[in-house]
């Protein structure tokens, strides 16, 4: 079955940095756009940036600037490089995997990002 790893999570102090990983299987990850969504408890999943096949960015608002997110084909691995952290960009963190022609997409099942002050 389709798996979604993500690593990488963690506590870091304000204006620190972190970098998650998320590494897909059983995917033909090529043709997939990969992102990154975050969760705070009570809230709505919210987009954080996504990168489609080929190398096309988008982020999210409240990250533009900070975060750069990248994949790497041949390790079926997508990133997300965050610096400047910000106390509220404590949240989960997960991994997407849309279809190019959104046949189909998975989840996977997130990890904890807690930025201190």
């Known amino acids: 079955q389709v798996q979604l790893v993500e690593s990488g999570g963690g506590l870091v102090q304000a204006g620190g940095s972190l970098r998650l990983s998320c590494a897909a299987s059983?995917?033909?990850?090529?043709?997939?756009?990969m992102a990154w969504y975050r969760q705070a408890p009570g809230n709505q999943r919210e987009l954080v940036a996504s990168?489609?096949?080929?190398?096309?960015?988008t982020y999210g608002d409240p990250v533009k600037g900070r975060f750069t997110i990248s994949r790497d084909n041949a390790k079926n691995t997508v990133y997300l490089q965050m610096d400047s952290l910000k106390p509220e960009d404590t949240d989960v963190y997960y991994c997407?995997?849309?279809?190019?022609?959104?046949?189909?997409?998975?989840w996977g099942q997130g990890t904890q990002v807690t930025v201190a002050s």
């Open positions: 997407k995997a849309s279809h190019t022609y959104g046949v189909s997409s998975y």
């Open positions: 059983r995917i033909v990850f090529s043709i997939y756009t």
């Open positions: 990168i489609t096949p080929g190398g096309s960015t």
